[in-house]
T-cell receptor
Framework: GAVVSQHPSWVICKSGTSVKIECRSLDFQATTMFWYRQFPKQSLMLMATSNEGSKATYEQGVEKDKFLINHASLTLSTLTVTSAHPEDSSFYIC?????????????FGQGTRLTVV | AQSVTQPDIHITVSEGASLELRCNYSYGATPYLFWYVQSPGQGLQLLLKYFSGDTLVQGIKGFEAEFKRSQSSFNLRKPSVHWSDAAEYFCAVGPMEYGNKLVFGAGTILRVKS
């Protein structure tokens, strides 16, 4: 079963409003989570690294005031798209690393499709 | 610079035929290599991964991949494709020390014709 849960799966919002997306690790603690964005017919691009207990680290070109990230606990990170515009419409997906034998594996949430109208 | 190249945007194969999806990477350190599959509207599912050891790795759903350091390649293969394999496939590379700050290829869309 899923080890990373993302909610909601899809959301439609009006321009100018804010939308919060949650990413939860279900049976393990994740001090770090990653947020990716996927434009239509393109690959996933890393937006930011969410760090529990400290500020998120944003990739170059990602507006930190537009995409607010809060790592509230060891199992929850949230991405808030503030003052959303149609160009923010995209597929957002989170991942959380979980330690396994001799390695660390990324587990992905099911993604959130955001449509801004 | 870190990058992953998947040269084939679309591939169409007949059901029962063999499949190979190409992936080349450029990475400064020892790479962790992954193949993920994404069905429409779904998240990513890990097919297989390579960190070290045997360069031919087996994954779920009958997939395998071979790591070739000399060619900086990590091609995905399946001997006999099923209609349910139609999806988009992503190759990704990440750093050992961080584990998961992944760089993805652009993806290859697989179509299966009956």
């Amino acid at each position: 079963g899923a080890v990373v849960s993302q909610h909601p799966s899809w959301v439609i919002c009006k321009s100018g409003t804010s939308v919060k997306i949650e990413c939860r690790s279900l049976d393990f603690q994740a001090t770090t989570m990653f947020w990716y964005r996927q434009f239509p017919k393109q690959s996933l691009m890393l937006m930011a690294t969410s760090n529990e207990g400290s500020k998120a680290t944003y990739e170059q070109g990602v507006e930190k005031d537009k995409f607010l990230i809060n790592h509230a606990s060891l199992t929850l990170s949230t991405l808030t798209v503030t003052s959303a515009h149609p160009e923010d419409s995209s597929f957002y997906i989170c991942s959380a690393p979980r330690a396994a034998h001799k390695s660390t594996e990324a587990f992905f949430g099911q993604g959130t499709r955001l449509t801004v109208v | 610079a870190q990058s992953v190249t998947q040269p084939d945007i679309h591939i169409t194969v007949s059901e029962g035929a063999s499949l190979e999806l190409r992936c080349n990477y450029s990475y400064g350190a020892t790479p962790y290599l992954f193949w993920y599959v994404q069905s429409p509207g779904q998240g990513l599912q890990l097919l297989l991964k390579y960190f070290s050891g045997d360069t031919l790795v087996q994954g779920i759903k009958g997939f395998e991949a071979e790591f070739k350091r000399s060619q900086s390649s990590f091609n995905l293969r399946k001997p006999s494709v099923h209609w349910s394999d139609a999806a988009e496939y992503f190759c990704a590379v990440g750093p050992m020390e961080y584990g998961n700050k992944l760089v993805f290829g652009a993806g290859t869309i697989l179509r299966v014709k009956s």
